[in-house]
């Protein structure tokens, strides 16, 4: 049964990504009328046309930056899922003007294309690299947020409900390390680990389309969704991988990159005062006080000061046995396996 009503259409920006692709088979087993897929690469497209075979998804050429293609391919949807995004923290450190037009420009786009044609609700995908970012990538994703919660502070009676969700590592989505330590240790090569003390967040593409969902039937206008993700060290995770194919557990350290934290944060302790706890996920309601901030100088908060970030390194915590576990619930790596016998 779907989560959407019946007939309705969905567009998903980025829809040939991994989110998006794992959001569109999602609809697909649903009873709605049409999936719209906007995005720039006309190849994925025409893969993901053949693999799916589905004439209910339309493919749309195009790019978030231009407002008019995105205004285009909003018209006559009832719902958006915005993925689409600059998201490889290395070439936005070297481009980041390129993040800012996609991530930020990109998205106050959809927004306003939304708002115009009447959507009724927009769920915007961010990351846990937006909370303290030392990146491009996570600035460009922290101010996507901010701009999602003005359109709900400065328009409150737009029929557009506009929220966004917040990630930590998708496993073997695009960028993810799995796919890259796999591929090392299937050529014979030790697994490179920036730092294996390094912490992220673990959390699989379903559960990524479940926190979806769950935003697109309950949001308000300005809520930010928040997976309670558990967390690993970067060698606990090579070492996981190297048991589940089979060779000896060692990996080679590298040193961290350029732009990367030693740990995530997914929730800071700002959010933290205001979230509602929803057991697999937090909501954090947007901050609604207007621009007369002399109000505000006067009065602090002390539950602030009792509060500590959720972040990678005081989430749970897995070892290698519950990282194995994990990770045999993804399909790639079940598909993998079984391949090799």
Sequence with gaps: MSFLPAGCRVLITGGTGSFGRAMVRRLLD??????????????????????????????????????????????????VFHAAALKQVPSCEFFPLEAVRTNVLGSVNVIEAADRNGVSSVVSLST???????????MSKALMEKV?????????????VVSCVRYGNVMYSRGSVIPLFIE????????????PAMTR??????????????????????????????????????EALCELYDVP????????????????TLVNREELVLAEDLGKFFRVPVDARDLNYELYFSDGDLALAKMADFNSANAPRLDVPG???LLTTLPEIRADLASRG
Aim: with cysteine.
């Design 249 to 264: 557990p060692k990996f080679e350290v590298i040193g961290t990159r350029h732009g990367e934290k030693s740990d995530e």
């Design 184 to 195: 090392q240790i299937k050529t014979g090569r030790a697994p490179t680990v920036t730092d």
């Design 30 to 79: 649903s009873d709605v009328g049409e999936i719209r897929v906007l995005s720039r690469d006309e190849a994925k497209q025409d893969a993901m046309r053949r693999r799916l075979a589905d004439d209910r998804v339309r493919y749309h050429v195009g790019d978030v930056r231009d407002p008019e293609t995105v205004l285009r391919a909003t018209r006559d949807v009832q719902f």
């Design 128 to 138: 846990d690299k937006a909370v303290y970012p030392v990146n491009a990538m996570g």
């Design 323 to 325: 990282i194995v576990r």
């Design 148 to 160: 999602a919660q003005a359109h709900a502070r400065n328009n409150p009676r737009s029929s557009t």
């Design 201 to 238: 967040f673990l959390m699989s593409l379903a559960e990524s389309v479940e926190l979806v969902e769950h935003a697109f039937t309950h949001a308000r206008p300005g809520d930010l969704f928040i997976w309670k993700a558990s967390a690993c060290t970067v060698g606990d995770l090579a």
